[in-house]
């Protein structure tokens, strides 16, 4: 059965703090990882990866993917309050070629 | 360009009736998914559809059904409502490319079955 993980399920930080948020997977016929913010409703598109080692990054965001072990994180330095919510991975693959995606990690940043 | 709108944005039904929900695809887009999200949980895939045909579906009984319009737009049905159908009701839109597929998401139906 095709699954995507991510950890931490939760993370609560301080603005300033630097967070990794992690994926992995294991899908058939892997095409790409999304990754998106989920903030109240809509999940909006972050990054799209389909190479290992590349990294993407969009001001203090970054990401990057491993297609031999399976993985990818998410980076946010400098973190906001305005990043709290809840980070969706997704990965394109699968019988369907949809998207199948991770619980999400809900990201809570303090003042 | 519009982005993906769907409507109600609230709904309370009540087990064993039917609700239709309505989806309006982005601009220049030719394929509708819907997704399935409990409290909690990541998005589930119900279905896209494609050129007006259903071209992909999740693990979801067949009381799920869609259309979609030659505008591209969508509806999802859902027969004799369950209380374990309660959840937000995701539509998304992208533009069919072999090997993408960012979709865009609309804000989301949320139904409440008592």
């Known amino acids: 059965e095709d699954k995507v993980v991510q950890s931490p399920l939760s993370l609560v930080v301080h603005e300033g703090d630097t967070v990794t948020l992690n994926c992995s997977y294991e899908?058939?016929?892997?095409?790409?990882l999304l990754w998106y913010k989920q903030e109240k409703k809509a999940p909006t598109f972050l990054f799209m990866l389909t190479s290992s080692g590349i990294e993407k990054k969009s001001g203090r965001l970054s990401s990057i993917l491993d297609k031999k072990e399976l993985f990818s994180i998410l980076n946010i330095t400098a973190t906001q309050t305005g990043d709290s919510a809840v980070y969706l991975c997704?990965?394109?693959?699968?019988?369907?070629?949809?998207?199948?995606f991770g619980k999400g990690t809900k990201l809570s940043v303090k003042p | 360009e519009t982005g993906v709108t769907q409507s109600p944005t609230h709904l309370i039904k009540t087990r064993g009736q039917q609700v239709t929900l309505r989806c309006s695809s982005q601009?220049?887009?030719?394929?509708v998914s819907w997704y399935q999200q409990a409290l909690g949980q990541g998005p589930q895939f119900i279905f896209q559809y494609y050129r007006e045909e259903e071209n992909g579906r999740g693990n979801f009984p067949p009381r799920f059904s869609g259309l979609q319009f030659p505008n591209y737009s969508s509806e999802l049905n859902v027969n004799a409502l369950e209380l374990d159908d309660s959840a937000l009701y995701l539509c998304?839109?992208?533009?069919?490319?072999?090997?993408?597929?960012?979709?865009?998401f609309g804000a989301g139906s949320r139904l409440t079955v008592l």
């Open positions: 601009s220049g887009h030719n394929t």
């Open positions: 997704a990965v394109v693959g699968g019988s369907q070629g949809n998207l199948i």
């Open positions: 998304a839109s992208s533009r069919l490319l072999s090997g993408a597929n960012v979709l865009t």
């Open positions: 899908v058939t016929n892997f095409r790409s």
